[in-house]
């Protein structure tokens, strides 16, 4: 009992951190109040969340007691999250201890693994709580009545438009996921396009969309790495790659752009849409460590000079970040919906994980916790273009 004692004592006093919002903690069947005022929300603990594993890491131990059900959250959960990234500068973290999350291999094989372990969690899972478009992307709020389908019609039609495509010309998306753009660009524009990823789920489902709008020979999909393309002799007028950054890897970062450059055409247009950090430190080991292996988000710093060091010119740099938010918390509450089928298929533990992603996600782009950006930028100078965005 005294023992149980020190480690409830603990956890007070490590929660005690956390104190610029006000909040209740039961344990053990008493209850306490943390920070000044009314209490926001109440996290209630039914198993003890070991103190070598917080001073490890807060995010991790906190994270994963949270799939285990040891925690609970009574109240909003977002709002919760919110209040708790807000002090992140709080929280505990022994890089040395988690490198191996924190720093996974960059190297091409490693990383067709780390995506497939996201993306071909399989199309039926995505398809219960993404829109229509199958669109796993931040989406565009045009108007404040758009729904999620109209939103993500937004952003690509948006997307295309920065684009400035004419008939004929042929488009790159890097990253693909599962065609909605290249074949929305191919129908209202004419365009050639030619996609690549590294998800056999997405690719199957490529396959079906173009094959039912009768794009067989207009749309091209190939299970492919984007550094693998220019040993195809190809080349393009336009390259977009969307959500894809991410998954690309610090140490990757001039390749990347190096790549893009040499399979654009002189003049060509770029454009990048990308989650971006405040800085160039690694953190985030829960979600490293359970939903995006090998996931890095680059600042917008980074971009911007290779960018330049690759022979780009940016023309404009746009923040999505409230619409990622929207997007995000529309997921979420489709994700609530299709708790039960979800456990079905998978377990509890996977359902918590999920609602912690998607609310922890929304909360992060809500507080600015985290960003996104769209960077348009030509290969070389190019004075053909409109003036205005």
Not at 38 to 59: A, G, R
Not at 105 to 114: V, Y
Not at 191 to 205: A, F, I, P, R
């Amino acid at each position: 009992m005294h023992f149980q004692k020190l480690m409830d004592d603990f956890l007070l006093h490590y929660l005690n951190h956390f104190d610029k919002h006000c909040f209740n903690v039961k344990l053990h069947d008493r209850e306490y109040t943390i920070g000044q005022g009314e209490p926001e929300f109440t996290v209630i603990v039914h198993k003890d969340v070991p103190k070598k594993e917080l001073l490890e890491s807060t995010e991790l131990a906190l994270g994963e007691a949270y799939m285990r059900g040891d925690i609970e959250i009574e109240g909003d959960l977002f709002h919760m999250l919110c209040t708790f990234l807000e002090q992140a500068d709080r929280f505990s973290l022994d890089r040395k201890g988690l490198r191996n999350i924190l720093y996974m291999s960059e190297k091409k094989k490693d990383q067709a693994k780390e995506v497939s372990s996201h993306y071909d969690l399989g199309n039926e899972f995505y398809k219960l709580w993404l829109d229509p478009t199958m669109s796993y992307s931040c989406a565009y709020f045009k108007h404040e009545d758009d729904t999620l389908e109209q939103a993500q019609r937004n952003k690509v039609d948006y997307i295309l438009e920065k684009l400035y495509l004419k008939e004929g010309m042929t488009l790159l998306d890097i990253g693909c996921g599962w065609g909605f753009l290249l074949i929305e660009a191919a129908k209202k524009y004419g365009v050639k396009g030619y996609g690549c990823t590294l998800s056999k789920e997405q690719w199957k489902k490529g396959q079906e969309r173009i094959k039912a709008e009768g794009l067989e020979g207009q749309v091209q999909i190939e299970l492919v790495d984007y550094r693998d393309l220019e040993d195809k002799g190809l080349i393009f007028d336009r390259i977009v790659s969307v959500g894809m950054m991410e998954h690309v890897g610090r140490s990757n970062y001039a390749t990347y752009m190096e790549t893009a450059n040499h399979l654009l055409k002189d003049g060509g247009i770029f454009l990048l849409h990308t989650i971006t950090g405040h800085d160039e430190v690694v953190s985030e080991p829960w979600i490293r460590k359970y939903i995006f292996p090998g996931g890095t988000l680059p600042s917008l710093r980074e971009l911007v000079s290779h960018a330049y060091d690759a022979d780009f010119r940016v023309l404009d740099v746009e923040s999505l970040r409230r619409h990622y938010y929207r997007t995000l918390m529309c997921w979420y509450h489709n994700f609530l919906k299709v708790h039960d089928v979800v456990a079905g298929w998978k377990d509890e533990s996977f359902v918590r994980m999920w609602d912690l992603y998607l609310a922890g996600c929304a909360a992060a782009f809500y507080i600015g916790y985290i960003d996104i950006h769209q960077v348009l930028m030509t290969k070389g100078n190019n004075n053909e273009l409109p003036m205005t965005r």
